[in-house]
């Protein structure tokens, strides 16, 4: 299963990643927290200190993950290419 999709760059996004060391990811509709965490820590080799889902009208599930204060969100978004 591949959980985690792709991110999601709109200016809330943007907003949560300046003022919440958070990004947004599309993941897959069956995906657990835990598993949405492990999938980020390993994919990008950072922290992560917390995993929100919601699930969206058009049967979509975004992650809204919360990175330890050692790794800003804005790296992780560089590595990306979302910045």
């Given at each position: 299963m591949n959980i985690i999709?792709?991110?999601?760059?709109t200016e809330k996004s943007i907003r949560l990643m300046e003022s919440q060391n958070q990004l947004i990811f599309i993941v897959d509709q069956q995906a657990t927290k835990p598993q949405i965490k492990q999938?980020?820590?390993?994919?990008?080799?950072?922290?992560?200190d917390d995993v929100r889902t919601l699930n969206t009208h058009d049967n979509k599930k975004r992650a809204y993950i919360t990175f330890n204060k050692e790794t800003p969100a804005i790296d992780v978004a560089t590595k990306l290419g979302l910045m």
């Open positions: 999709k792709y991110p999601l760059s999938a980020i820590e390993e994919a990008f080799n950072v922290k992560v």
